[in-house]
Every structure is written in structure tokens, then in C-alpha cells.
């Protein structure tokens, strides 16, 4: 049974985590009018995790899947996001996040904190099918917002080929069907820059 105190823990919880529709990620929407922002990408995720669940390993936990989904970048909130390929940021990357998925799920009652950092510490160890499952999404959906669109693909500059396929690599092992179609993508993104 619930209890006042339960309740105002959960409340404390719900309002605190709509500040990660503050959080600016390096992402571009679709149509490049401006940043995506993590709870926008969080959202995403879990409809692709609903979209694509047939491809999803063996094993793997349809709700589990969604909640990861929704509660992977809860602590980008304290952490910020951090750019995938800044070298420098990803350093102590694990450490800022862990310390901030104490803070945030610890608004929670015990029962669901408890819950909540499992599934965080899931996601981040990717080793079940659920949680490769899940980090093939979260690699996938940037994926097909920044490279993918033909006609206006963003740049980064300076990356390299081999440094955008191994980004990619989780979608191999948890979306094995989708791999070629990544890899095909990859080095049509590369044409396109080559040839421009």
C-alpha cells in the first residue's frame, strides 16, 4: 500500500524528470529546424522498440524494452548529454551518469528505484537481448534522423568511416536484420560526402 510519503516521492519524480525536455542533444530534427531534445529522442526510441520488436533477439523483454527505452537518458538531466563522438567528454562519461542515476531514480520509493537503476545499469552494460536490443535503437534512431535523409545528410566534420561504423556496431548484434541496411547506408552517406 502506498503511502504519503510514497506518493510525494513519486510526484517529486514526475516533476522533476519533464526537465529532460531542457536537455539539448547534437541531433537535428528530420527537418534540421533545430535540436532534438532527449526526452523527444526518448520517446522515439520507444516507438521503434514497438515498431521493430519482431527483429528484437530472442529473449528479449517487450515492457523491459520500453521502459530502458524511456528511462535510458533520465540522467542526462545532471549529466548533460554527451556527444558520442567528443573524445574528452566520454572520459568520465559512465561515472557522471551513474552518479546522476542515483540522484534521479533515488527520488523514487525504494521498489522502483531499485527497478529503475536495474534497468539503467542494464541498458549501459548491454548484455541481455533486451538491452542490445534497446542500444541498437539508441544507435539506429540518430542514425536514420542525421545520416540517412539523401537529400540533406548532416556533417560532422572530421569523422571517418570506421569511426561511424563501429558507433553502429550495436545494431549487428541486436538488430541483426537491419545491419546490412546500415552498412549500406553508411557508405552512401561517405559517397555523398565525397562526392559533394
Known amino acids: 500500500m502506498l503511502t504519503i510519503n510514497d ?7 514526475i ?3 519533464d526537465k529532460l525536455k531542457t536537455i539539448d542533444r547534437r541531433s537535428f530534427l528530420r527537418d534540421k529546424s533545430r535540436n532534438e ?7 522515439h526510441l520507444a516507438l521503434i522498440v514497438i515498431v521493430l520488436i519482431e527483429y528484437a533477439p530472442p529473449d ?19 549529466a548533460g548529454d554527451t556527444f558520442c563522438f567528443d573524445i574528452k567528454a566520454n572520459i568520465d562519461q559512465l561515472q557522471r551518469e551513474s552518479e546522476a542515476a542515483l540522484k534521479v531514480f533515488g527520488l523514487l520509493p525504494v521498489c522502483q528505484f531499485e527497478e529503475f537503476l536495474k534497468l539503467w545499469q542494464e541498458f ?10 534497446v542500444v541498437a535503437v539508441d544507435r539506429l534512431q540518430p542514425f536514420l534522423q542525421s545520416y540517412f535523409p539523401e537529400e540533406n545528410p548532416t556533417v560532422i566534420d572530421g569523422i571517418q568511416r570506421k569511426q561511424l561504423l563501429q558507433r ?9 536484420k537491419l545491419w546490412p541496411f546500415v552498412e549500406e547506408e553508411i557508405e552512401k552517406y561517405f559517397f555523398r560526402l565525397e562526392d559533394s
Not at 7 to 13: H, R
Not at 37 to 43: I, K, Y
Not at 60 to 76: R, S
Open 7 to 13: 506518493i510525494g516521492k513519486k510526484i517529486s519524480f
Open 15 to 17: 516533476t522533476e524528470i
Open 37 to 43: 531534445n532527449s526526452a523527444e529522442h526518448s520517446w
Open 60 to 78: 528479449t523483454n517487450f515492457l523491459d524494452a520500453i521502459k530502458m527505452a524511456l528511462i535510458h537518458d533520465l540522467v542526462e538531466i545532471y
Open 124 to 133: 549501459e552494460s548491454c548484455e541481455t537481448p533486451t538491452a542490445k536490443f
Open 168 to 176: 553502429m556496431l550495436p545494431v549487428r548484434d541486436g538488430i541483426p
